[in-house]
């Protein structure tokens, strides 16, 4: 094996390739990387059974192969090396990575020895443009569980009807919701259901952003696995076999009251009051919507905070309270200038919209005040 390569390419390549390998030791097989170099190309394979990833390269090969290489220990030399041209070579067991005076040998193993995972027989498929499945996947992700041992909540829920698309996440006190349109196969009243991994929709976000927004990204289903493809990049991953939260029957669909509010003055205002709250406090910022105003204020043992901020409003006056994190999160990706919010009571679950026809929903469940 001989071949040539920039080291901005393939350390960007390697980035992916590290975050899909086994993680429990240097002698797990699956710690390695396979890397196949053909005429004019190389072909980066790495997976831990649930997660994978196929990459391929342009660039100048010389002397075609196949070998097997730890992910971990390549990776973090390409990382350490200059911008420029970086040459590869196989020369008996060890594989020489050299660019300049700079270069180091690393012990390869038989590329037979890797356990192949066999390709996707789709059984649907469609595609979306990239800019639209980063924009749905930043709007959810952050409000899904962290806690692994809740595996049907450490996930993301896929739903494909016709001529839509929706992704929802979940954990005990959120859910975040969108919803788009695009062309598929499905007819009316059909729906499928694809639960991803977070781990997985981590992956693929990284990977969108390292594209561009102009691409298409191609996804084909079977029942127990989901493949993406952009450019010449393709993960796939394992679906969770498990029921999801039913999230449209805890979306309240009528509200009582209802106000409209500059989005970086209610962010801005909810930043300063969380200053008050400690890491473990359980305290919650207090909304008083009233008179054409939302007070935002908070009570903790480090002090006080009051402010006010106008809103439009319709409806009733209330007192609702939050957990401060909540409405910080879902701030933070939406990039509109106002955002909507709507409620029923104190007790019950609130709604934050960016705008009545954008289909996007993100649901906060109060605090007691």
Do not use: W
Request: glycine share 2%; with cysteine.
């Amino acid at each position: 094996m001989k071949f040539s390569i920039e080291q901005e390419k393939i350390n960007g390549i390697m980035s992916i390739v590290q975050r899909c390998i086994s993680q429990k030791s240097l002698q797990d097989i699956l710690s390695n990387v396979l890397i196949e170099a053909k005429e004019k190309e190389i072909l980066f394979i790495a997976h831990d059974h649930k997660l994978a990833c196929e990459i391929k390269a342009d660039c100048e090969v010389i002397e075609p192969a196949k070998i097997l290489v730890n992910a971990s220990l390549l990776s973090e030399f390409i990382r350490k090396l200059r911008t420029g041209i970086v040459d590869f070579e196989k020369t008996g067991k060890f594989l020489t990575i050299k660019q300049g005076e700079t270069k180091i040998k690393l012990l390869t193993y038989e590329a037979e020895e890797y356990p192949r995972i066999s390709r996707l027989q789709a059984t649907e498929s469609f595609s979306v443009p990239a800019l639209m499945l980063k924009e749905m996947i930043r709007l959810t992700i952050f409000a899904a569980s962290n806690d692994e041992k809740s595996i049907h909540l450490n996930s993301t829920l896929m739903e494909v009807e016709k001529d839509s698309l929706s992704i929802v996440s979940c954990e005990f006190y959120r859910i975040a919701y969108k919803k788009n349109i695009i062309r598929n196969n499905l007819q009316d009243g059909e729906k499928r259901k694809y639960l991803i991994p977070s781990r997985a929709t981590n992956e693929l976000q990284k990977i969108l952003q390292q594209n561009s927004d102009s691409e298409m990204v191609d996804i084909k289903m079977t029942d127990r696995n989901i493949e993406f493809s952009i450019n010449d990049c393709t993960i796939s991953t394992q679906l969770i076999d498990k029921e999801y939260v039913d999230y449209q029957k805890i979306i309240p669909k009528e509200y009582k009251t209802k106000i409209v509010v500059d989005r970086k003055m209610l962010y801005d205002a909810i930043d300063r009051a969380n200053l008050l709250v400690r890491m473990k406090d359980e305290k919650s910022v207090i909304f008083n919507i009233k008179d054409n105003k939302l007070s935002v204020l908070i009570n903790s043992e480090m002090g006080n905070f009051y402010e006010e901020i106008p809103v439009k409003l319709e409806g009733v006056d209330l007192e609702i309270g939050f957990n401060p994190k909540l409405i910080i999160d879902v701030l933070k990706v939406i990039d509109s200038e106002e955002v909507i919010m709507e409620f029923n009571s104190g007790i019950r679950p609130a709604i934050l919209k960016t705008s009545e026809e954008d289909n996007y929903i993100y649901l906060a469940l109060p605090m007691k005040i």
